[in-house]
């Protein structure tokens, strides 16, 4: 599927405000309700938009410590690395997974209440998963900058 300009206006705008009604985006995008309508059903059927959901403030909801995690596996078959991902995808202190390239096999993006829930997550649930070889962690101090907005670029 081809994006044109409008489907990244409405992809932009969707990201920014994803509360905003039909309506409102065909204001913006000088579209009518059905066209808008239509549009976001397709961006949906073929992938665009993955999900609609809202975004906490963690001060709030009492998310007091963000970790960014380095784990490195000692097993690097396609087994143990599937093995890692799926275990690490049920646990709900995990937000992101990523594998990487470099030293390290994956990072981890981990939410937990406060240092003694981090302590209980890494002891009972991560560092007891098989492969894990060694984790190093690095405790966020302050956020400059979150965001989840990616950036459209036309085709």
Same mark, same amino acid.
């Given at each position: 599927m081809d994006l044109d300009q409008t489907d990244l206006e409405l992809l932009h705008l969707l990201q920014e405000d994803a509360t905003m009604s039909k309506k409102e985006l065909g204001l913006l995008v000088h579209k009518s309700f059905s066209v808008v309508h239509e549009r976001i059903k397709r961006l949906k059927k073929y992938g665009y938009i993955k999900d609609v959901r809202a975004i906490l403030d963690r001060d709030k909801i009492g998310i007091g410590l963000i970790c960014f995690s380095q784990v490195f596996l000692s097993d690097h078959s396609y087994g143990a690395l599937e093995m890692f991902e799926n275990s690490v995808s049920q646990f709900p202190e995990v937000m992101e997974c990523f594998q990487m390239s470099g030293s390290y096999d994956f990072l981890l993006h981990i939410a937990t209440n406060d240092m003694e829930s981090y302590q209980l997550f $890494?002891?009972?649930?991560?560092? +007891? $998963?098989? %492969? /894990?070889?060694? /984790?190093? %962690? #690095? #405790? +966020?101090? %302050?956020?400059?900058? %979150?965001d989840l907005v990616y950036p459209l670029f036309g085709n």
């Amino acid at each position: 599927m081809d994006l044109d300009q409008t489907d990244l206006e409405l992809l932009h705008l969707l990201q920014e405000d994803a509360t905003m009604s039909k309506k409102e985006l065909g204001l913006l995008v000088h579209k009518s309700f059905s066209v808008v309508h239509e549009r976001i059903k397709r961006l949906k059927k073929y992938g665009y938009i993955k999900d609609v959901r809202a975004i906490l403030d963690r001060d709030k909801i009492g998310i007091g410590l963000i970790c960014f995690s380095q784990v490195f596996l000692s097993d690097h078959s396609y087994g143990a690395l599937e093995m890692f991902e799926n275990s690490v995808s049920q646990f709900p202190e995990v937000m992101e997974c990523f594998q990487m390239s470099g030293s390290y096999d994956f990072l981890l993006h981990i939410a937990t209440n406060d240092m003694e829930s981090y302590q209980l997550f $890494l002891r009972n649930k991560l560092a +007891v $998963l098989p %492969s /894990i070889d060694r /984790i190093q %962690s #690095f #405790f +966020v101090l %302050s956020e400059a900058k %979150s965001d989840l907005v990616y950036p459209l670029f036309g085709n």
